[in-house]
């Protein structure tokens, strides 16, 4: 039986990468493409929940598995992916273009930081950007930052990120998205790490979820 909530999306190219995934409709004319950390995939249950509520919402949600995730199941990308990684970004971006007049686009962790990247260097590619626990740097090592490319970034970008998340405080995010161009907002998940939510119980995931698309239609309205 088909589930009722999304449609599996697998466009195939001539080359790598695909754009495969799962398509949360929602009926309205703005969409999101939502993607994963280094470390999941597109089924991450906060992407999930995510994708239900911003579709409930008007805004469809293509959650979509990255160049690296797409040739193997686990494991870490490699640095040499990132650029595949990107143009798996972009296609899935003009995919939902063909079918909406706004399309946003984002991740969590890695997915987001290769958004920033993209959107950096291809401004047109999306019109706004949703960040969730952008890396900013890798734990313990705050001296190593991921913020060259911030103030070449001019998309409206709305940064989510738990106070305890040990890829960036806080205030060193703060720090960070002033050197950005373009229009932001940070929006605080209190006590959340790298992940946001801990544990499998539902209703955490669905209160941040909120939360997160409350804040969307607000930045983005």
Same mark, same amino acid.
């Given at each position: 039986m088909a589930n009722p909530h999304f449609e599996v999306i697998e466009q195939a190219f001539s080359e790598?990468?695909?754009v495969s995934g799962f398509l949360h409709p929602s009926g309205g004319d703005s969409a999101l493409v939502l993607t994963h950390g280094a470390g999941g995939n597109a089924d991450a249950r906060l992407l999930v929940v995510l994708a239900e509520t911003l579709a409930s919402q008007g805004v469809s949600v293509l959650r979509c598995n990255?160049?690296?995730?797409?040739? !193997?199941p686990k494991g870490p990308?490699? @640095?040499a992916s990132a650029a595949k990684d990107r143009e798996g970004l972009r296609r899935a971006a003009d995919y939902m273009r063909e079918r909406v007049s706004k399309v946003y686009l984002g991740g969590q962790s890695y997915g987001g930081r290769q958004a920033t990247i993209l959107a950096s260097e291809h401004e047109e590619v999306a019109d706004g950007l949703l960040l969730i626990s952008y890396p900013l740097h890798p734990p313990g090592k705050a001296e190593h930052l991921r913020t060259a490319h911030f103030p070449n970034l001019r998309t409206p970008a709305l940064?989510?990120?738990?106070? !305890?998340?040990?890829?960036?405080?806080? @205030?060193e995010l703060r720090v960070g998205l002033e050197t950005l161009a373009g229009r932001h907002q940070l929006l605080e998940i209190d006590g959340g790490g790298h992940g946001l939510?801990?544990?499998k119980a539902e209703r955490p995931y669905r209160e941040v979820a909120h939360l997160i698309a409350n804040a969307f239609s607000k930045f983005f309205g």
């Amino acid at each position: 039986m088909a589930n009722p909530h999304f449609e599996v999306i697998e466009q195939a190219f001539s080359e790598e990468p695909d754009v495969s995934g799962f398509l949360h409709p929602s009926g309205g004319d703005s969409a999101l493409v939502l993607t994963h950390g280094a470390g999941g995939n597109a089924d991450a249950r906060l992407l999930v929940v995510l994708a239900e509520t911003l579709a409930s919402q008007g805004v469809s949600v293509l959650r979509c598995n990255m160049a690296f995730r797409q040739k !193997r199941p686990k494991g870490p990308p490699h @640095g040499a992916s990132a650029a595949k990684d990107r143009e798996g970004l972009r296609r899935a971006a003009d995919y939902m273009r063909e079918r909406v007049s706004k399309v946003y686009l984002g991740g969590q962790s890695y997915g987001g930081r290769q958004a920033t990247i993209l959107a950096s260097e291809h401004e047109e590619v999306a019109d706004g950007l949703l960040l969730i626990s952008y890396p900013l740097h890798p734990p313990g090592k705050a001296e190593h930052l991921r913020t060259a490319h911030f103030p070449n970034l001019r998309t409206p970008a709305l940064f989510v990120h738990g106070s !305890r998340d040990p890829f960036g405080t806080i @205030g060193e995010l703060r720090v960070g998205l002033e050197t950005l161009a373009g229009r932001h907002q940070l929006l605080e998940i209190d006590g959340g790490g790298h992940g946001l939510v801990r544990g499998k119980a539902e209703r955490p995931y669905r209160e941040v979820a909120h939360l997160i698309a409350n804040a969307f239609s607000k930045f983005f309205g």
